[in-house]
Nanobody, 115 residues
Framework: QAPLVESGGGWVQPGGSLRLSCGGSEIRFDSCTTYWYRQAPGKQRELVAAIRSSGRTDYRDSVKGRFNISRDDTMNLVNLQMDRLKPEDTATYYC?????????WGQGIQVTISS
């Protein structure tokens, strides 16, 4: 199966915003739990946010109130809206979708926050 595809990354100054999107073929995100993970150089991969098939969302403490994960069932995308970005948010962000029958990963997208 083809990997998931992340888009929307890039560079932004501290305090700015970015919106990441995750899409893929032969997958219905409303039937999965979708995660956004990130990994900064020299650090372990960490879970940023998750959205379950029920629509329930979870966030790591450091992004609560700044990030919002959502699902667009019409476009079959999972989005991560990131506001008030900080330099410590700099990392490669990965989209992962899992269910009882699938485990799909994206290849990652770079997000850089700097002045």
């Amino acid at each position: 199966q083809a990997p998931l595809v992340e888009s929307g990354g890039g560079w932004v100054q501290p305090g700015g915003s970015l919106r990441l999107s995750c899409g893929g073929s032969e997958i219905r995100f409303d039937s999965c739990t979708t995660y956004w993970y990130r990994q900064a150089p020299g650090k372990q991969r960490e879970l940023v946010a998750a959205i379950r098939s029920s629509g329930r969302t979870d966030y790591r403490d450091s992004v609560k109130g700044r990030f919002n994960i959502s699902r667009d069932d019409t476009m079959n995308l999972v989005n991560l809206q990131m506001d008030r970005l900080k330099p410590e948010d700099t990392a490669t962000y990965y989209c992962i979708a899992q269910s009882e029958v699938l485990d799909r990963w994206g290849q990652g997208i770079q997000v850089t926050i700097s002045s």
